[in-house]
């Protein structure tokens, strides 16, 4: 075929805050499929970028294996079946997958995680923003272990991001009443642009007496994106049997060590608190009632969803950067530029 592949690999394991220069550029000849094998060739044509990432490349203990010195980076990602032998996987057709930071991949049936093929009518921005992981961490998250119901108040800490804004208007449609945290006036100018009854700027204002001001009888269900004296402030204002529920920790995931863990923890011994973390992964087998409830939703337009879209195979790495700096806004996605010499 004598196409080229065009790949980033995981350099080296970042020490504190990660950089361009963890990830290393190469470029090298696509193998043949083998139709024999079921093999599939897919090109890929979106990137999703997930904070999740950023813990792949330590070497820890995770629920994947860490991202090996010298392989592809891991990401999901929307690609068009290039060749194939597989009539479950027509050529043309766009699937989704975890495909990595390179332009073609091949992909066999027998795969750890196949790919799926996109639902008709759904684009790779749609399926990957609104119908992507982020939306079912969101909704399972507040729904499955946050008990979410009419007239709670629900506090939902990194709202400007991809899963933190699904959760707003997630919570805001079922009856609750929403606070946003984020990062800037502007930030938090769009996350009440959702529906936020308000939502408290982290880097301006005092959060503990801000979340005091706003939620007098206490927090029902914290959502929390961030950890650290952002989960402290709120589980310090959570309400008699109030839920925290431990969605991600992205405080201490690029800092070169955790923050502290909350001080406070005795509050939920006086207020018979709970805090709980889930992995979205658990709920893949009931995608369906998400769908079922959020479909209707982003059919009307009541739930309204943000593709964060930059451009370009050499600004990959730096995109991931943008998640770790509040650059974000929604799903962060890269649409690739087609590779030189490939189809277009
Ligand atoms: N449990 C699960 O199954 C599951 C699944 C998916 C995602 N998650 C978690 O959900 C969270 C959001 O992930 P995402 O992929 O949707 O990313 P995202 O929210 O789109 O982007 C990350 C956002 O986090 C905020 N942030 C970054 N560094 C921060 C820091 N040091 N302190 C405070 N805020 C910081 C930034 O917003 P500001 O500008 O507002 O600071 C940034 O825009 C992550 O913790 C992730 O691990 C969990």
Known sequence: MGLRNR?????RRPAGSLSEQDFEYRETPVAEPDPDAGDVLLRNLWLSFDATQREWVKDQEGYLPPVGLGEVMRASAVAEVVRSANPALPEGSLV?????????????????????????????????????????????????????????T???????????SMA???????????????GGADKCAWVKSLGADDCIDYHAENLPERL????????????????????????????????????GQIAGYDAPEAPPGPRNLMTLIYRRARVEGFLMLDYLHRTHEAFAELGPWLGSGELRW???????????????????????RGKQLLRLDPPKGGPA
């Open 7 to 11: 790949q980033w690999l995981l350099a």
């Open 96 to 152: 989704q997958g975890l495909f990595g930071w390179q332009d073609y991949v091949i992909v066999r049936p027998d795969d750890a995680i196949p790919p799926s093929p996109l639902p008709a009518g759904v684009s790779p921005e749609m399926c990957l923003a609104a119908l992507g992981g982020t939306s079912l961490t969101a909704y399972f998250g507040l729904v499955d272990i946050g008990g979410l119901a009419a007239g709670k």
């Open 154 to 164: 629900v506090v939902v800490s990194a709202a400007g991001g991809a899963t933190g």
């Open 212 to 247: 005091a001001a706003l939620c007098p009888e206490g927090i029902d269900i914290a959502f929390d994106n961030v950890g650290g004296a952002q989960l402290e402030a709120m589980i310090g204002q959570l309400a008699h049997r109030g839920r925290a529920v431990l969605c």
């Open 168 to 182: 707003v208007q997630i919570a805001r449609l079922r009856g609750a009443r929403v606070i946003g945290i984020a």
């Open 306 to 328: 943000h593709a964060d879209v930059q451009e370009g195979f050499e600004h990959i790495p730096r995109t991931l950067l943008r998640l770790f700096r509040g650059e974000n």
